[in-house]
């Protein structure tokens, strides 16, 4: 059983473009998180998903970030027109109830 | 709002030299707390979970402890591949988000 995963592992993106993260849950997982780390800082938690519903987005910022988690295919958080504030860790995790949480190996995006 | 504070920041040992870790939370209703470990340039790996005061798990080197108020992460005769940080979360009966500590970094040195 495969386990979290998340691509691109590493992003470079320029001021203004947009970003876009990939995260596969492990089979069997219906349930999907997303975090951010900045530098030296702790697990931030951004948005939980299930299958085509948003349960939680109070992590998110409220503009330029959204994401999604489709019935069919992998969860995606999207950052529109990238500031070098958003440089950072984006980990994605999934769970099968809810409860203990998987994480991926992460996504280290890098804005020029 | 959860709160999650971990001491110290960064611990060093000598290899053998047995320590523990801190984890003080506040939270209005525990569901669980949560000990992951975590490598440079790599996700969160999950160790433990703990759900109501007095329990404890033990895994290997590791043994994990829970109170009302704070988890102990007990390190005994660390080894060099113990390097890691540290994270405590935890997570409320109302929700199913883990809130995180800011973590410890430990260093075993041979």
């Known amino acids: 059983n495969a386990g979290v995963m998340q691509n691109p592992r590493h992003l470079v993106r320029r001021r203004g473009q947009e970003a876009r993260l990939r995260c596969s849950p492990m089979k069997g997982h219906s349930h999907v998180y997303w975090y951010r780390q900045l530098p030296e800082e702790g697990l931030k938690f951004m948005v939980y998903?299930?299958?085509?519903?948003?349960?939680?987005e109070s992590g998110m910022p409220k503009e330029r970030f959204s994401a999604e988690f489709p019935k069919e295919g992998p969860s995606i958080l999207r950052i529109q027109q990238v500031v070098r504030g958003d440089s950072a860790a984006y980990f994605c995790a999934s769970s099968p109830s809810g409860e203990k949480l998987f994480f991926g190996s992460g996504t280290q995006l890098s804005v020029l | 709002e959860d709160q999650v504070t971990q001491s110290p920041e960064a611990l060093r040992l000598q290899e053998g030299e047995s320590s523990s870790l801190n984890c003080s939370y506040t939270?209005?209703?525990?569901?669980?707390l949560f000990w992951y470990r975590q490598d440079p340039g790599k996700g969160p790996e999950f160790l433990f979970t703990l759900y109501s005061a007095g329990e404890e798990k033990e895994k290997e080197r590791l043994k994990a402890t829970l109170t009302k108020k704070e988890s102990f992460l007990h390190i005994t005769a660390p080894k060099p591949e113990d390097s890691a940080t540290y994270l405590c979360a935890v997570q409320e009966t109302s929700g199913s988000r883990l809130t995180f500590g800011e973590g410890t970094q430990l260093t075993v040195n041979p």
């Open positions: 998903l299930q299958k085509e519903n948003i349960i939680d």
């Open positions: 939270v209005s209703g525990l569901r669980g």
